[in-house]
């Protein structure tokens, strides 16, 4: 049982460790914040691992893990008013060709730090590339919702980065 345990933990983090690392991103605030949600949403699955029933592919249950964890840990921080260590800056080298799709990512991630939690979850995931009917699956709606909720998040990203662009 441990080692089927195990084997499901690697093979999840080979094939899907940069889309949750991802999903923790969004969530943070300071950038040494990603890799402490990533370490607790690591933590949760390994734990819930045993609990896994297949009735999901292993991938879109993890990613309800990370969003529920993340989520989480986010109103933790907003609730408590907890001092943020924002005077640390990490400035990454980039190169010139990159600080466009830098900044566009950039601007992206802050508006998608202004949508209510529910939309949020929903970009994220079809971000990683999830089909509706996954999404539906992880979020709990249904995929004609989950198609409508997607085209409204998308007229609000748009209004959001319009003006960033300009």
Not at 110 to 136: F, N, S
């Amino acid at each position: 049982m441990q080692e089927q345990i195990e084997s499901q933990l690697k093979r999840l983090l080979n094939d899907h460790k940069q889309s949750l690392y991802r999903i923790c991103k969004v969530y943070a605030v300071n950038p040494m914040e990603p890799k402490d949600l990533f370490q607790e949403v690591i933590i949760e699955i390994w734990r819930a691992l045993p609990r896994y029933k297949e009735d999901a592919k292993l991938h879109t249950w993890a990613y309800t893990i990370a969003l529920r964890v993340c989520s989480r840990k986010k109103a933790q921080y907003d609730k408590k008013d907890n001092l943020r260590l924002n005077a640390l800056t990490v400035i990454p080298v980039s190169l010139p060709q990159e600080d466009e799709v830098q900044e566009r990512t950039k601007a992206l991630y802050q508006c998608i730090g202004h949508l209510a939690e529910k939309e949020r979850q929903l970009i994220i995931l079809h971000l990683e590339g999830l089909a509706y009917r996954d999404m539906a699956s992880v979020s709990g709606i249904t995929e004609n919702h989950v198609a409508v909720k997607m085209k409204r998040i998308r007229k609000k990203l748009l209004a959001c980065l319009t003006p960033k662009s300009k």
